[in-house]
Nanobody, 124 residues
Framework: QVQLVESGGGLVQAGGSLNLSCTASGRTFSRYAMGWFRQAPGQGREFVGA????????YYAEAVKGRFTISRDNLKSTVYLQMNGLKPEDTAVYYC?????????????????WGQGTQVTVSS
């Protein structure tokens, strides 16, 4: 069983930046695609981005393209979400997710493991 632990959330002013981290337990991280999702109050969970196990292919949601960057360090079993140019509408609980295959996906139904989430609040 893989456990995912996110960190790095917090309160930031509009236009600011945050860098979220998600560290996985176990020794299989390098074989897994990883993703980031978010859930705003009263809304469903939405896709933010996902990265191939090798880091070669990365997908982003249109809403964050050009502002957010996903990267990973397989030696540290960690995936990152660098968020720049934050907007109030980016306020949500952010979750990282792992998929037991190399290829990334954009739907939560394809992910097998989930972190507990970290709150990101952007003030206007």
């Amino acid at each position: 069983q893989v456990q995912l632990v996110e960190s790095g959330g917090g309160l930031v002013q509009a236009g600011g930046s945050l860098n979220l981290s998600c560290t996985a337990s176990g020794r299989t991280f390098s074989r897994y695609a990883m993703g980031w999702f978010r859930q705003a109050p009263g809304q469903g969970r939405e896709f933010v981005g996902a990265i191939h196990s090798s880091g070669e292919t990365i997908y982003y949601a249109e809403a964050v393209k050009g502002r957010f960057t996903i990267s990973r360090d397989n030696l540290k079993s960690t995936v990152y979400l660098q968020m720049n140019g934050l907007k109030p509408e980016d306020t949500a609980v952010y979750y990282c997710a792992g998929r037991r295959t190399a290829a990334p996906a954009m739907s939560e139904m394809w992910f097998d493991y989930w972190g507990q989430g970290t709150q990101v609040t952007v003030s206007s």
